[in-house]
């Protein structure tokens, strides 16, 4: 380094993990969506996914299911995936990006519920969503070229498919696990992430190049 040249300021670990102003606050105001429901159990009723309480015009039950946990140790094990999840594709999702992979993800997960698991009378539970969001972000590695986009996106098919043909994983509670929706979920986050990905795609290879 020579004299008068600016020294460039490491980024501190809150900028790291893209938890730094408004990010920040808005992961914490997603993560307090998360936790504080499980704070009045007697709300779980009046909010998660009743399949007879649907049918009774009770429409607020598709956004409110994925917000309500089966108790709090529930709830803390999304939000800490939500967390994760954020410092791994903060950077690669913008904000609108966000909301419309978990919007998406929220009504692949109540219409495949709805028609394709017609048994299941009730559901609660944000690791729908977050499948959505972890489909996604494999997508936004893969464009970005990261050197972990395929093994993460392989150990993550490989997860659906074990679900999907197995059944919960091994160290998961059979009982309190409803696999179909991580993979409701992620097709959600997949055909959230895939029109933009196609569309740069067909750009790059439009783009006449240039001759020097």
């Given at each position: 380094?020579?004299?008068?040249?600016?020294?460039?300021?490491?980024?501190?670990?809150?900028q790291?993990?893209?938890?730094?102003?408004?990010?920040?606050?808005l992961?914490?105001l997603a993560?307090?969506?998360?936790?504080?429901?499980?704070?009045w159990?007697?709300?779980?009723?009046?909010?998660?996914?009743?399949?007879?309480a649907?049918?009774?015009?009770?429409?607020?039950?598709w956004?409110?299911?994925h917000?309500?946990h089966?108790?709090?140790?529930h709830?803390?094990?999304?939000?800490?995936?939500?967390?994760?999840?954020?410092?791994?594709?903060a950077?690669?999702?913008?904000g609108r990006d966000?909301?419309?992979?978990v919007?998406l993800?929220?009504?692949?997960?109540?219409l495949?519920?709805?028609?394709?698991q017609?048994?299941?009378?009730?559901?609660?539970?944000?690791?729908?969503?977050l499948?959505?969001v972890?489909?996604?972000?494999?997508?936004?590695?893969?464009?970005?070229?990261?050197?972990?986009?395929?093994p993460?996106?392989v150990?993550?098919?490989?997860?659906l498919?074990w679900?999907?043909?197995q059944?919960p994983l091994p160290?998961e509670?059979?009982?309190?696990?409803?696999?179909?929706?991580?993979?409701?979920?992620?097709?959600?986050?997949?055909?959230?992430?895939l029109?933009?990905a196609?569309?740069?795609?067909?750009?790059?290879?439009?783009?006449?190049?240039?001759?020097?």
């Open positions: 380094m020579t004299d008068g040249e600016p020294v460039k300021a490491r980024p501190s670990w809150l790291v993990l893209h938890l730094q102003g408004a990010r920040g606050g992961l914490a993560c307090g969506a998360l936790l504080l429901p499980s704070v159990p007697a709300l779980l009723p009046l909010l998660r996914y009743d399949r007879t649907l049918t009774n015009d009770q429409w607020w039950r956004i409110t299911a917000l309500v089966l108790d709090a140790g709830a803390l094990l999304n939000a800490i995936g939500l967390i994760l999840l954020w410092t791994l594709f950077g690669l999702l913008r966000w909301l419309w992979i919007g993800s929220m009504a692949t997960v109540d495949g519920l709805w028609f394709l017609p048994q299941l009378q009730w559901y609660v539970g944000a690791s729908g969503v499948h959505g972890m489909a996604a972000g494999c997508v936004a590695l893969l464009r970005s070229a990261d050197r972990a986009a395929w993460a996106t150990l993550f098919a490989a997860k498919a679900e999907h043909w059944g160290f509670t059979q009982t309190q696990v409803v696999s179909a929706a991580h993979l409701y979920g992620a097709v959600g986050g997949l055909l959230a992430a029109p933009e196609t569309g740069a795609a067909i750009l790059r290879r439009c783009k006449p190049e240039v001759s020097h």
